[in-house]
């Protein structure tokens, strides 16, 4: 099994930024793709951003690209997210996520999520 555990979030003021991390336990090496996804109050879980199991390879959603920025420390098991410009609209719960393989969107394991608050 894997476990994944979220820290770095808070409130922070418009145009401001925050670092979330995601540290990974357990089974790790089974660990390919990882990615951070975002639930806000009354809305669905949407996808944030992406990252391939040896970092070549990113995918942001539209919403936050050129703000946000996924990275990930193998040596470490830890998976960032360095987000730029926040703004009202970025306040939602994150969620880190593990999946599989490189080649599927499916994710396995999902943690308990760290809360995001952008005040205007």
């Known amino acids: 099994q894997v476990q994944l555990v979220e820290s770095g979030g808070g409130l922070v003021q418009a145009g401001g930024s925050l670092r979330l991390s995601c540290a990974a336990s357990g089974r790790t090496f089974i660990i390919a793709g990882m990615g951070w996804f975002r639930q806000a109050p009354g809305k669905e879980r949407e996808f944030v951003a992406t990252?391939?199991?040896?970092?070549?390879?990113?995918d942001y959603a539209d919403s936050v690209k050129g703000r946000f920025t996924i990275s990930r420390d193998g040596a470490k098991n830890t998976v960032f997210l360095q987000m730029n410009s926040l703004k009202p609209e970025d306040t939602a719960v994150y969620y880190c996520a593990a999946r599989l393989s490189d080649y599927t969107s499916e994710y396995n394991y999902w943690g308990q999520g760290t809360q995001v608050t952008v005040s205007s």
């Open positions: 990252i391939s199991r040896n970092g070549g390879n990113t």
